[in-house]
C-alpha cells in the first residue's frame, strides 16, 4: 500500500517551454500533497504544500507564478514549471501525506528529472 | 526554531561491520521522526516512524531508537545492497503534516 507515482520520469526541454509533472496515490487517498526539489548532492527542499481543492501553500522564496500547483483531487496534484529556464533543471519529488487514522508519514513518488536545455 | 542534524555525513563500511547513523533534533512538540531511505535518482523510500521517547522499531538489519533530543539508526551486519543515503526527519505537532529534514548520512558497504 501507500504507492505514489509520478509522470513522467524525466523529460527534457528547451528553455522558455513549459513541463507538467503529475503526481497520483494509486491506492490512497491522500488529502495533503507536497513538492520537493532536490539538487544533487543535497537534502529535498520542500516548495510547496497543497491540501485538496485549495490553493497551494509555498515555501518562502519559491515563485507560485513560475510553478503552478493543481490539486483538483485526492489522488492527483500536479506541478507545472512555466517558461523553464536551465537553473530550473533539478530532481523533483512528490509525496503524499495527511491520509489521516493516525497516518502522519508522507509516500514518495519516484521523482522527474527535469533538463532544460 | 526546528532543526534537524545528521551525522556523520558519509560512512563507509566493510560488509558486516555494524555501525549506527545520529539523527539529532529539535522541535517545540514532537509528533514523530522518520528515518527514509533514498537511492540515486528515486525518491526517499519510508523505513520508520517514532512518536516517543524509548521507542524501538526493526525492520531487517536495520533498528531505530529514539530519544527525547535523538534517535539512532543501527545497522547490524550490513550487506553492500545497504549502501544508500538515510534521511532522518521530525514533524511537529503544529505542522501541516510537513517535515524538517536533515542533510543526510551516505552509508557505502564495501564487499
Known amino acids: 500500500g501507500a504507492v505514489v507515482s509520478q509522470h513522467p520520469s524525466w523529460v527534457i526541454c528547451k528553455s522558455g517551454t513549459s513541463v507538467k509533472i503529475e503526481c497520483r496515490s494509486l491506492?490512497?487517498?491522500?488529502?495533503?500533497m507536497f513538492w520537493y526539489r532536490q539538487f544533487p548532492k543535497q537534502s529535498l527542499m520542500l516548495m510547496a504544500t497543497?491540501?485538496?481543492?485549495?490553493?497551494?501553500?509555498?515555501e518562502q522564496g519559491v515563485e507560485k507564478d513560475k510553478f503552478l500547483i493543481n490539486h483538483a483531487s485526492l489522488t492527483l496534484s500536479t506541478l507545472t514549471v512555466t517558461s523553464a529556464h536551465p537553473e530550473d533543471s533539478s530532481f523533483y519529488i512528490c509525496?503524499?501525506?495527511?491520509?489521516?487514522?493516525?497516518?502522519?508519514?508522507?509516500?514518495f513518488g519516484p521523482g522527474t528529472r527535469l533538463t532544460v536545455l | 526554531e526546528d532543526q534537524v542534524t545528521q551525522s556523520p555525513e558519509a560512512l563507509r563500511l566493510q560488509e558486516g561491520e555494524s555501525s549506527s547513523l545520529n539523527c539529532s533534533y529539535t522541535?517545540?512538540?514532537?509528533?514523530?521522526l522518520f528515518w527514509y531511505r533514498q537511492d540515486p535518482g528515486k525518491g526517499p523510500e519510508f523505513l520508520f516512524t517514532?512518536?516517543?521517547?524509548?521507542e524501538e522499531k526493526e525492520k531487517e538489519r536495520l533498528k531505530a531508537t529514539l530519544t527525547k533530543k535523538e534517535s539512532f539508526l543501527h545497522i547490524t551486519a550490513p550487506k553492500p545492497e545497504d549502501s544508500a543515503t538515510y534521511l532522518c526527519?521530525?514533524?511537529?505537532?503544529?505542522?501541516?503534516?510537513?517535515?524538517?529534514w536533515g542533510a543526510g548520512t551516505k552509508l557505502i558497504i564495501k564487499p
Open positions: 509525496s503524499a501525506g495527511g491520509l489521516g487514522g493516525g497516518i502522519n508519514e508522507q509516500f
Open positions: 491506492d490512497f487517498q491522500a488529502t495533503t
Open positions: 497543497s491540501n485538496e481543492g485549495s490553493k497551494a501553500t509555498y
Open positions: 522541535v517545540s512538540g514532537l509528533r514523530g
Open positions: 517514532l512518536y516517543s521517547a524509548g
Open positions: 526527519a521530525v514533524q511537529g505537532l503544529d505542522s501541516n503534516y510537513q517535515l524538517i
